[in-house]
């Protein structure tokens, strides 16, 4: 399994000199396609998150917790690291890919 998160506020610019591609369903993108005619617009699932987020919610939201509250007891209770992560969590080896503003 692989859960792909990026922050709102990072551009499909950006977005494509990390993963070499961005959503369609990015806000910037999907609200304004004619600015961004270059980015090689991919068909990957991303969750969104803004600035009040933990890695707690990231952990409820991939369904490895029950509850971001579950999460936070278990020690996720951290903000969300910046820029580009690449995780694996649990026996299962569910892959997080996180991009968040630097």
Known sequence: MEYNFVHTSVSPV???SVLQ???RNH???RDNPSAYP???AVDYTYHYFNDRE???HLMARAGIFKSVGEARRNGWDKPIPPGYTDMF???KKIRL???NKV
């Open 14 to 16: 950006e977005m494509d």
């Open 27 to 29: 806000p910037l993108v």
């Open 38 to 40: 270059t980015v090689l």
């Open 89 to 91: 969590v649990t026996k």
């Open 97 to 99: 890919t996180i991009v």
């Open 21 to 23: 591609g961005f959503p």
């Open 54 to 56: 933990i890695m707690a």
